[in-house]
């Protein structure tokens, strides 16, 4: 049987209003859940902070004694945290009657880096972290970087974050002042090594090349003799400039 045209359009427009009216319902049902939730928010708690006062993480949760327990989303509260200086990353848990958890992990600095004429924190998962520096600190500075190299080019910063995991004291030996990115195909690390104190650090397998640095130093260790610099740019020898002398020699 043939349905006539007007009965469909009467039908069609039926249906839309009756999906509008559902949707309203529910949307307005949770809102008034919310609003007449018995469950209001009455503590805060943050764990795992250290170096985020209690009260900034509570500021920028967005979070409000009094208000809902179930007012803000979860992801939102998240998002807002992690957005601080310090905090790595966030877990945020609801505890009925009344009570939200924020679990905080921050970031641990193990550099200082200098962009526009300004040190901030870096850490080795590559966080800049815009904070007041403490007095006393005492970490390696990065330079030679800017927040184009950065930000806007992986690769780069992925070469950088690669080299971080491998110059560190314990396999170096002494402590570092400085790492240099000269360009993508060379790196300098000054520092207060016991047979050197300056190493050029080609791109490449940095892995094999810290090796070839450790036999180095057990090869000059054992003539008893200290090298100015030691570069590792190439990939078949090492060149090592002796304090004794002004030449350079190879050092297979």
Request: with cysteine; hydrophobic share 40%; glycine share 8%.
């Amino acid at each position: 049987m043939k349905i006539p045209k007007e009965s469909r359009q009467f039908g069609g427009a039926m249906w839309a209003a009756t999906t509008m009216a559902v949707a309203l319902a529910l949307f307005f049902g949770v809102r008034i859940a919310i609003e007449l939730s018995p469950f209001v928010v009455e503590k805060i708690e943050v764990r795992g902070n250290t170096q985020t006062p209690a009260e900034e993480v509570v500021s920028a949760s967005g979070l409000m004694r009094g208000e809902s327990l179930f007012q803000k989303k979860l992801a939102r509260i998240k998002e807002d945290v992690e957005k601080l200086p310090w905090v790595h990353s966030s877990k945020i848990s609801r505890r009925l009657p009344g009570s939200v958890v924020i679990e905080v992990e921050e970031s641990k600095p193990s550099f200082l880096i200098r962009l526009s004429e300004r040190l901030y924190y870096f850490s080795l998962d590559g966080k800049v972290i815009d904070a007041p520096l403490k007095a006393g600190i005492d970490f390696p500075v990065i330079t030679g970087l800017d927040w184009e190299e950065l930000e806007g080019d992986s690769e780069r910063r992925e070469q950088v974050l690669e080299l971080l995991k491998y110059a560190d004291p314990a396999s170096l030996g002494g402590r570092i002042e400085e790492i240099h990115c000269h360009s993508p195909e060379k790196f300098v690390i000054y520092g207060n090594f016991p047979l050197c104190t300056k190493i050029v650090v080609g791109a490449g397998d940095f892995a094999e090349k810290f090796k070839d640095f450790a036999r180095l130093k057990r090869k000059l260790d054992k003539r008893g003799q200290y090298a100015k610099s030691a570069d590792l740019t190439l990939d078949d020898r090492i060149i090592a400039r002796l304090d004794t002398m002004d030449d350079e020699r190879g050092t297979r």
